[in-house]
């Protein structure tokens, strides 16, 4: 299916309305930023490593594995994100549009250095691209890419990238069930 015939599928009016809301949000840049609540710590470490099955010395020495980064930072059961999450905020222009649900396509890791017990973290999130519509075996939607920025907070004032993280998900209309 050609670009104009994806594009077919979506109101052109509907479509500009997600594309200027794309481009706006997208101009907020690293917008919004969160401090991890808890420093890096070995308890935490521990329950990390219990859950996922692993056993590393390295891991009970003070340092965390690499693929823990969006553990510190997570929101929590309670925890929202603040109005200009650029990521939320898309969500949320799609859904007014919509497009209701929501399959997790991928995400992309990428790690600096392993981080160390008592080192704060803090994480920024950007728009990186909104691409769509297009025409999937799920329905017809956009696919959406934040930007994930982590860095540790150091004594002298410097702030050190240690991760970053490209997450895609596709936002979309579920084809009705005659259509599937």
């Given amino acids: 299916m050609s670009t104009h015939e994806q594009q077919a599928l979506v109101d052109p009016a ?3 309305k997600i594309m200027a809301e794309a481009d706006r949000i997208k101009a ?3 917008a919004a930023e969160r401090v991890a609540r ?3 710590n070995q308890p935490t470490i521990n329950n990390w490593l219990e859950a996922m099955g692993l056993d590393n010395p390295r891991f009970a020495a003070g340092e965390a594995p ?4 969006q553990v510190w930072t997570m929101y929590g059961l309670g925890g929202k994100p603040p109005e ?5 905020s898309m969500m949320r222009v ?3 549009a919509g497009f209701t649900a929501v399959l997790g396509t991928n995400c ?12 704060q973290l803090r994480v920024t999130t950007a728009l990186d691209s909104v691409v769509g519509p297009k025409a999937t075996g799920m329905g017809v939607g956009y696919f959406v890419t934040s930007r994930n920025t982590w860095y540790v907070a150091h004594p002298d ?5 240690v991760a970053t993280m490209l997450f895609r998900v596709l936002k979309f209309v579920p084809r009705a069930k005659a259509d599937a």
């Fill in 157 to 161: 004032g410097r702030s050190e990238r």
């Fill in 66 to 69: 690499p693929s823990m980064a």
């Fill in 14 to 16: 509907v479509h500009e």
């Fill in 108 to 119: 992309e890791q990428s790690y600096d250095r392993y981080l160390r017990v008592g080192e």
């Fill in 38 to 40: 808890d420093e890096v």
């Fill in 84 to 88: 200009q999450d650029p990521l939320h």
């Fill in 28 to 30: 907020w840049g690293e």
């Fill in 94 to 96: 799609l859904t007014d």
